[in-house]
């Protein structure tokens, strides 16, 4: 392969692009976080898109960053239609798959000296004469995106979809009031999904509860540090067992549950 060729993962947004003035924080956090899932990768923001540049890197698992709508692996080749010729023809090459075809072109940088039309023309007449594929604009096999930025194209077939959201680390703290069960484990994603920082706090009724209660608790925790990629999860554990006791010798029983909450919701 020739070394004009850079393969990079091309991240996109949504949500962040709403953001106006600030959005510029929003992309660097985002930034952050696809670093620390990617080691070694150098990350870059151009044209409205994340680049990760893989060179001898292995390709980083983005899939658990909020914060991102998609992701291609991508060649990156200068904006000459010549060299996107050559990207469109390795892209095929490495996907060993045939059938109908489409070519799909954006240009963010307008100052390209093809319009978008054009670059579909020329390079859809490229893959028919060199690899006598049929071009099919509705139910296509094979879709090539080519993204034309101010200094670089970039040219990839496939598309993964993300999480979306927003990128953790990007709203305030917030504590989870953490059980073993499946709510409030469900709730933490859905806080992590909108940018928070997030801490738990579990309680603990040891005898009543035993060590396979907090293990759970603590699987719980691991796997909602991976969606927190860069920030860590602090998690608390508070022996709730005198608690309890105190409340079960109030008179009121019917009430027992009410303080029970309620106690909680003080600690935290």
């Known amino acids: 392969m020739s070394t004009i060729f850079q393969q990079v993962l091309v991240v996109r947004y949504a949500e962040i692009g ?10 660097k956090q985002l930034c952050r976080n696809l670093q620390a899932v990617s080691p070694g990768c150098e990350i870059k923001r151009t044209d409205g898109r994340i680049i990760v540049h893989l060179e001898n890197a292995q390709a980083p698992d983005i899939s658990r960053v909020f914060g991102v709508s998609s992701w291609s692996p991508a ?12 990207a469109v023809k390795a892209v095929l090459e490495d996907i060993h798959e045939r059938g109908s075809f489409r070519i799909t072109t954006k240009r963010s940088w307008k100052g390209f000296y093809l319009s978008s039309q054009q670059v579909n023309e020329i390079l859809g007449d490229f893959v028919v004469k060199n690899y006598n594929l049929k071009v099919d604009l509705k139910n296509w096999d094979i879709n090539i995106t080519v993204e034309i930025g101010r200094d670089n194209a970039f040219i990839s077939a496939l598309r993964y979809r993300g999480l979306g959201g927003l990128p953790v680390g990007t709203s305030s703290k917030a504590l989870l009031l953490l059980s073993a069960g499946i709510d409030s484990p469900v709730a933490g994603w859905y806080c992590l999904k909108r940018g928070a920082k997030l801490h738990t706090l579990s309680f603990l009724s040891p005898p009543y509860t035993g060590e396979r209660s907090a293990k759970k608790i603590s699987d719980i925790c691991r796997v909602l540090s991976k969606y927190s990629p860069g920030i860590t999860l602090q998690s608390y554990l508070i022996n709730f067992t005198q608690i309890q006791q105190r409340i079960k010798e109030l008179p009121e029983d019917s009430y027992s549950l009410i303080l029970q909450r309620r106690s909680m919701i003080r600690i935290a």
Do not use: T
């Open 75 to 86: 060649y990156m080749v200068k904006n000459d239609i010549s060299q996107i010729k050559l």
């Open 18 to 27: 709403l953001k106006g003035r600030n959005r510029h924080w929003f992309e």
